[in-house]
């Protein structure tokens, strides 16, 4: 089955997370992604640029409209993602609980809906 | 039969339906022909057939399901059938089942109405009534938590040794608190004796299928200790009777029996889990034949045990009371109000009125009349309003 794992951060406190913690929190990732590499699980999976940085577009009446910023306000932003193929929810669940952005943030396991 | 062919198929709904259907064709086949040599296997196979059946015909009409329920096909026609009679395959089925029913990706409520349907056998208006619910909003959850169960990828199987103790106690978890919400329901009848009987029989299932986990013994023992005093908890007229008052030789025999038994069989020098220690503190109570003879000492010390391992407010408030009863009312009501300078019992009925109820021991009849009052003004049923009622003009009379 396949799965889609939205990590979720509160942005702000990333930020003013001191530069060796940041660093080492990169080599997590490094590490995690070759265990994952060598299961054979990951299909993908980016890390994606604070919401500051986002746009949000909807069409009303025909008409596209363009807002600054994320379609919610919410304490804990999306900042990636991955999308594993595995067994079952069971491993899903293992392998999230492995993320680095568990431990400070969640993760939010959806199972992709196959067409 | 349902968890076999939930075991084969993976589909619940359509598991239930062909053991349905089976049990339908029995009725007219064994009315002409007799009751077969071994009924059990006879239902399960022409249930078996049934769903084959049917997932023959989805497999020629979707293309897009096509894999998936071929699949299923294959691994049907491989299975062994599988007898109700010699029990083994049977068992496996019905251990895998609870623990999917009670996967921790489920809601607890879904995790409790899944485990009384496919479990207990309980119909969905049946749980609803359980839980006063509107019967749609039940049919609802069960629909909600099989879909999920699907569609999210929650796996039918007992979870590999690694993760067996954490999702073991989850399963006792929802079973115990199928017991307590027959044993003090949230609302409404103060006693719910048939959510009690399932919790008590499900339990005894699991012990025998994990043959004899040591959490499972304890809870088994554990609710057939408390159930015990089932017929004497309430008077004539539906109040609360205290453990103190109750006639014990209304408690019953065999229940106490079959639970000290199972007490005395826990491993006495290994560390004992929740459900042990709390079996054994009812233990002290079941097995006394007087409240006087009430061994109250070494019940402190089973809280003190026991808030050791889950440390908990609740916990200790009942540690507090069993001090009491061991070293005296002025002991345990220091306690109880260090307990509430913590305030992690805040709107908890039960610690203003175990306040009042050291009060009144110690003669503190003002304070004691005011404890009451707080505790009554926070009492959730009728039954511990009325006793408390009654205790308030007990202490303003005297």
């Known amino acids: ?54 746009t949000t577009v909807r069409v009303r009446d025909g008409k596209v409209v363009t807002v600054d910023g994320p379609f919610a306000e919410t304490k804990e932003q999306i900042g990636g993602y991955f999308v594993v193929d595995c067994k079952d929810l069971d491993e899903a669940i293992e392998i999230a609980g492995k993320i680095p952005g568990a431990r400070d943030g969640s993760i939010e396991v959806r199972p992709i809906w196959e067409m | 039969m349902v968890a076999t062919l939930i075991g084969v198929t993976r589909d619940w709904d359509l598991a239930e339906e062909c053991a349905q259907d089976a049990f339908v064709k029995a009725l007219e086949h064994w009315g002409r022909e007799g009751v077969p040599r071994n009924p059990g296997a006879w239902l399960t196979t022409t249930a078996r057939n ?28 491989q299975a062994e059938p599988t007898s109700p009679i010699d029990g083994a395959p049977i068992g ?102 048939d959510l009690c009987d399932e919790a008590i029989r499900l339990g005894r299932l699991l012990v025998q299928l994990t043959n004899g986990e040591r959490e499972a013994v304890g809870l088994l023992s554990l609710m057939l200790l408390q159930h015990s005093r089932r017929a004497t908890r309430l008077d004539a007229a539906g109040a609360l009777v ?26 006495a020098r290994e560390p004992a889990g929740p459900y042990e220690l709390q079996a054994a503190i009812a233990a002290c109570h079941a097995g006394a034949r007087t409240a006087e003879a009430t061994d109250w000492p070494r019940i402190a010390g089973l809280y003190g045990e026991l808030a050791r391992v889950v440390p908990s407010p609740v916990v200790e408030l009942n540690r507090a009371v069993a001090v009491a009863m061991a070293d005296g009312p002025a002991v345990g009501l220091r306690l109880v109000e260090r307990l509430q ?15 009042a109820d050291l009060l009144r021991r110690l003669d503190r009849r003002e304070e004691a009349a005011e404890a009451y009052r707080e505790a009554l003004a926070l009492a959730p049923t009728p039954a511990e309003r009325d006793f408390l009622t009654a205790r308030l003009d007990q202490s303003l009379a005297g």
Request: proline letters at 4%; aromatic letters at 6%.
């Open chain 2, 92 to 193: 496996d089925d019905r251990l895998r089942l609870m623990y999917t029913c009670c996967h921790p990706a489920l809601s607890v409520e879904a995790q409790v109405a899944l485990t009384l349907r496919t479990l207990a056998g309980l119909t969905t208006g049946e749980i609803a009534r359980a839980f006063l619910v509107p019967e749609a909003a039940m049919a609802q959850r069960l629909v909600r938590a099989k879909r999920k169960i699907r569609e999210a990828g929650i796996p039918y199987r007992v979870p590999p040794s690694d993760a067996l103790a954490e999702r073991t106690s989850a399963v006792l978890g929802v079973l115990y608190l199928l017991f307590n919400e027959g044993y003090s329901a949230s609302s409404g009848a103060l006693v719910r004796h």
């Open chain 2, 50 to 77: 049934r769903a084959i059946d049917q997932l023959r015909r989805a497999a020629a009409g979707a293309t897009k399901e096509r894999e998936a329920t071929e699949g299923t096909l294959a691994a049907m026609e």
């Open chain 1, 1 to 54: 089955m396949r799965y889609i794992m939205l990590i979720c951060n509160d942005e702000v406190a990333w930020e003013k997370t001191p530069d060796d913690v940041k660093a080492a929190n990169s080599a997590e990732y490094e590490t995690f992604m070759g265990e994952m590499g060598g299961r054979n699980v990951l299909q993908g999976g980016e890390r994606l640029r604070p919401v500051a940085d986002a």
């Open chain 2, 242 to 267: 205290l453990l103190e008052d109750q006639d014990r030789t209304a408690w019953d025999r065999f229940a106490i029996a079959e639970g000290l038994g199972l007490v005395q069989s826990f491993p």
């Open chain 2, 341 to 355: 300078e913590t305030g992690a019992l805040a709107g908890y009925h039960l610690l203003p009125a175990t306040r």
